[in-house]
């Protein structure tokens, strides 16, 4: 499979950006598509999509949140003769209990797993958790450039997974064997609480950052006054919602089996960061 050109949808994200890096450096030709990238693709615009697929035997596919688009995408690929797909889903969308969804996200992501298993193709799904990256590149590097990550996760605690091990398994799942018809759910080593988040990205940086618990209302409140309407402020603070519930906490043996070797630490995330600049300031 690695002789042949592999498509990299989402290509300038944190997963994306990753594995395009990952497989040219493995020697894979690659198509790095993206809205604004090297190749012009856009979920919204169904003629990106033949261009796109044109050549390719291999895809990476991270659809677009809300959206029901994997499965008509998935079924163009088989056209055009694509014969294996890592599809990029979310961990613990099995679970009920796992997170509230008000947005139609996980009605998506569950018909695109679907959408993938039915397709005939050799398939591979990747449910990471929350992101380490997050802190340096996501939701919360703001948080981390002020200082004070004032969150309503009270101290619950989350299995934090570097997006370069994420990254490590998609490609192994393009590029090799053993993976087709897997289902590989992601963590880090070790969950944490933010307690523990801030206290290790102050030691990595040298910078004093503090974890702040906000109860929901309280975080409502603030992020309306910094002028977020009350809706999105209420969506962003139930985003925290599995960390504050404890429903991210558990360990995934994923990059364990995908890769043969135990996952990056959050520690090696903050101190590789840290060498290479990354951390917001």
Do not use: C
Not at 91 to 112: F, N, Q, T, V, W
Not at 158 to 174: G, K, Q, R, T
Not at 213 to 240: K, M, N, Q, T
Request: charged share 25%.
């Amino acid at each position: 499979m690695s002789e042949q050109t592999t498509l990299v949808t989402g290509a300038t994200g944190k997963s994306g950006r990753r594995v395009v890096n990952q497989l040219r450096a493995a020697g894979v030709p690659v198509r790095a598509a993206a809205r604004h990238g090297e190749h012009p693709f856009d979920w919204t615009d169904r003629t990106t999509w033949d261009r796109a697929l044109e050549g390719v035997r291999s895809v990476y596919l991270v659809p677009l949140d809300g959206t029901t688009l994997v499965r008509p995408f998935v079924e163009a690929a088989v056209r055009h003769g694509v014969r294996r797909v890592v599809l990029a889903s979310g961990r613990g969308i099995d679970d009920p209990h796992y997170a509230k969804d008000d947005s139609g996200i996980l009605e998506g992501m569950l018909d695109g797993e679907r959408a993938v298993q039915e397709s005939g193709l050799e398939w591979t799904i990747s449910r990471p958790g929350w992101f380490a990256q997050n802190f340096s590149e996501g939701f919360f590097a703001d948080a981390v450039r002020t200082g004070e990550l004032r969150l309503p996760a009270g101290d619950g605690a989350a299995s934090f997974v570097d997006a370069e091990d994420i990254a490590a398994v998609v490609v192994a799942a393009l590029t090799g064997d053993g993976h087709a018809g897997q289902v590989y759910e992601l963590s880090g080593p070790r969950a944490l609480t933010l307690t523990e988040v801030a206290a290790t990205i102050s030691g990595a940086t040298g910078r004093e950052i503090r974890y702040v618990p906000l109860s929901v209302e309280e975080h409502v409140a603030e992020l309306v006054r910094e002028g977020w309407s009350s809706a999105d402020a209420a969506g962003f603070a139930e985003i925290v919602g599995p960390i504050r519930r404890g429903t991210d906490a558990y360990l995934s043996d994923g990059v364990q089996r995908a890769l043969g070797r135990p996952p990056r630490t959050f520690a090696a995330f903050a101190d590789a960061t840290a060498a290479a600049g990354g951390w917001p300031s």
